[in-house]
């Protein structure tokens, strides 16, 4: 007895299987949107940042007005900086060397977790960062990246423990252990901005993803991520 292509059977239900719309490798169209869309953010900030004033008065005061984090704005009622603060940069190479680990860290757990899931670990590494810069250092203006992107790596650790792919936590491990060396005695670097970001990175990452790799409410999660940040632009408002 013999089968047309159209008839022969499929044990393996191959066909059912096959994603319908890929990239060469099986990784869905849209997974680095989110993250495109971030490091357009901050690239676009930083341009708007030199537009505004020249370098000098970025380092004399700009980074202030701007939206830095700085403890006795923060008091004042200017909740916003708490977010603004995290896509601001001194200078290009700052800005440079955050959007190379953004891609590298957002990438990697874009494709271990999905690009929802990047965003809510990105958003909990920056508001981690933030508050425990206000907790730790308040006196000290912070700006950059950096507490997120600490965020995310906090993150790919969990997601690799969590999902057991070694190579992801191992990577993670050692991407963490080489950031925080290297910048321990560095002045200016906000060890309290890298902690924060890499705790609430790590807590989110745990949360959001179980043994079977699913996110039990990706809505909630994002809804909730979302009333944050609106009670925060409104209080900033109303105080």
């Known amino acids: 007895m013999s089968y047309t292509p159209s008839s022969r059977p499929d044990p393996f239900n191959t066909a059912a299987r096959q994603p319908r719309s890929t990239r060469d490798g ?3 169209l849209g997974t680095f949107t989110a993250l495109a869309v ?7 900030v930083f341009l708007i940042e030199l537009a505004s004033a020249p370098f000098s008065d970025m380092m004399n005061g700009g980074l202030v007005e701007h939206g830095g984090l700085w403890g006795y704005e923060v008091d004042q009622g ?12 001194a200078n290009g190479a700052h800005l440079f ?14 494709v271990a977790a999905g690009q929802l899931r990047m965003l809510l670990v990105y958003a909990a590494g920056l508001l981690g960062s933030s508050f425990s810069v206000l907790v730790f250092d308040p006196n000290t203006l912070t700006v950059g990246a950096s507490g997120a992107i600490f965020g995310l790596a906090g993150g790919a650790l969990l997601v690799g423990w969590r999902q057991r792919r070694w190579l992801l936590l191992v990577f993670a491990a050692l991407w963490i252990a080489y950031a925080l060396s290297s910048t321990l005695f560095v002045p200016g670097i ?10 609430a990175g790590a807590f989110a990452g745990a949360l959001l993803v179980d043994d ?22 409104a209080g900033a408002l109303v105080v």
């Open 212 to 233: 079977g790799a699913r996110l039990r409410s990706e809505r909630a999660a994002a809804g909730m991520v979302a009333v944050l940040l609106v009670i925060l632009f």
């Open 190 to 199: 906000s060890q309290a901005g890298h902690f924060g970001g890499l705790v």
């Open 97 to 110: 060397g955050n959007l190379i680990a953004l891609l590298i860290l957002g990438g990697v757990l874009s």
């Open 26 to 28: 099986g990784e869905p």
């Open 38 to 44: 971030l490091v357009a953010i901050n690239v676009i």
């Open 78 to 89: 200017q909740w916003w900086r708490i977010i603004t603060s995290g896509f601001l940069h």
